[in-house]
């Protein structure tokens, strides 16, 4: 998987803004941070629960490890070499969920049958 693929998966997501961070770049969402790619561009930084985080490193180690902020577990770090690019697109939309607000999860989540008879 590529950096590029990585900027098409997080930009695809509603209200998704790229942004610098420090050295790196990050992904956005109304000013929270859901993704950022280090300056090795190489991996990926996505911020899910701490379930997800055991989920993906028990079934592919190699791809996946706990990303850790002092002592706090703060997501994943993801290999993007060795990452299957679906898992990466559900990791990313899983992100985004966490910090976008609500109401705009929701319109994502409808499915558009539904809004399409509204």
């Known amino acids: 998987m590529t950096q590029g693929q990585v900027r098409k998966l997080a930009m695809a997501l509603p209200e998704a803004t790229e942004e ?24 990926l930084h ?4 701490a379930e997800a985080v055991r989920m993906a490193v028990a ?8 990303l850790w902020w002092g002592k706090k577990l ?3 770090r993801v ?8 898992a990466v697109r559900d990791l990313l939309r899983s992100s985004w969920r966490c910090k976008a607000p609500k109401r705009l999860v929701a319109a994502f989540e ?9």
Not at 29 to 39: S, Y
Not at 110 to 118: F, G, L, N, Q
């Open 20 to 43: 610098p961070h420090f050295d790196m770049w990050s992904f956005r969402v109304r000013g929270k941070i859901f993704a950022t790619v280090p300056p090795d561009g190489r991996h």
């Open 46 to 49: 996505v911020f899910v629960d």
């Open 59 to 66: 079934a592919d180690s190699s791809s996946y490890e706990e």
């Open 74 to 76: 703060a997501g994943l």
């Open 79 to 86: 290999n993007l070499a060795s990452a299957r690019p679906a």
């Open 110 to 118: 409808t499915p558009r049958d539904d809004r399409s008879s509204r």
